[in-house]
């Protein structure tokens, strides 16, 4: 995602949380270039940089109904992986 932030200090998290972490930095170093580029182009056209899928098919009905998908610019997907963790708690 466009922004990464850190709320509390590394020495609260336990090993699992350190790996992901690691991992989210390493995917936002990655993107970096590609948000960059978008973000310059959303100060020039007004383009949302995440947007929900239909925006970039709103011909496609499926689209519609998928609340957890997104896309980063026209060209990555992304799924929330909140979304299967909500499902397991609220049932």
């Known amino acids: 995602m466009p922004l990464l932030q850190f709320s509390v200090g590394p020495w609260h998290f336990d090993d699992e949380v350190v790996r992901l972490s690691q991992e989210a930095s390493q995917q936002h170093i990655k993107f970096a270039p590609y948000i960059f580029k978008l973000a310059q182009a959303a ?35 992304g799924m929330a992986r909140l979304a299967k963790l909500l499902k397991e708690v609220t049932g």
């Open 43 to 77: 100060s020039r056209t007004g383009e949302p940089i995440v947007a929900p899928l239909w925006y970039h098919a709103p011909d496609d009905k499926e689209t519609h109904t998928l609340f957890d998908q997104f896309m980063l610019g026209p060209e990555v997907g």
